[in-house]
């Protein structure tokens, strides 16, 4: 059904378990070994996901924070139909990190689908892909300050004066070689950027 799907957002967990094989085991090392989140894994299968259709991959990756890799087709993201993106060049070869927004956790009940909600709320207002991703981490870190799902959730007014009210993000250590932070918004862009 990918060729199908314009923005798949699963968790790193979710897509292990849907692709096994090879993913799957490095997946499985990297959560035994305790070595800390392997990035390129997320690259590897985000890449397996887009050479199945999708255009835009977001992997939620729980308190690493989220992932992103786009398709270098510039067809394919503009062909996304009404939910296009108004500035499709913007969207096309990207790859991106964003780290988790510090907060004092309660639950995690539902952060997974608050964070999607970010996601497409910071999409149909057609942000820049890091707005997207940092709208994303802060519904879902909102999200994880109570015990269920939406209690911590605050209106997008809300959300975006606790962002540029400097809220702290949980890491801003580099992901791995050939990773740049960009220190407007305390995402990283990766190797694959716009190639």
Not at 88 to 108: D, F, I, N, S
Request: with cysteine.
């Amino acid at each position: 059904v990918l060729p199908y799907v314009d923005i798949f957002l699963p968790s790193l967990d979710e897509i292990l378990f849907m692709m096994g094989g090879s993913l799957r085991e490095r997946g499985d090392t990297m959560q035994t070994s305790g070595s800390g989140m392997d990035y390129a894994l997320c690259a590897d299968l985000s890449e397996a996901l887009i050479e199945m259709g999708a255009a835009i991959v977001c992997l939620k990756l729980g308190e690493s924070g989220l992932y992103l890799r786009s398709s270098t087709d510039l067809d394919r993201i503009k062909n996304m139909g009404k939910g296009a993106p108004f500035k499709p060049y913007e969207w096309r070869a990207r790859e991106l990190m964003t780290p988790c927004y510090q907060v004092q956790a309660a639950g995690a009940t539902g952060s997974g689908d608050c964070t999607i909600a970010g996601f497409l709320s910071g999409w149909i207002r057609e942000l820049t892909p890091p707005q997207v991703m940092n709208m994303a981490a802060a519904v879902g870190a909102s999200s994880v300050e109570h015990k269920d799902a939406t209690s911590g959730v605050r209106t997008w007014e809300e959300t975006i004066q606790r962002m540029k009210q400097g809220w702290p993000k949980r890491n801003h250590i580099a992901p791995g070689a050939g990773w740049r932070c960009d220190e407007r918004n305390g995402s990283w862009a990766g190797p694959r950027e716009n190639l």
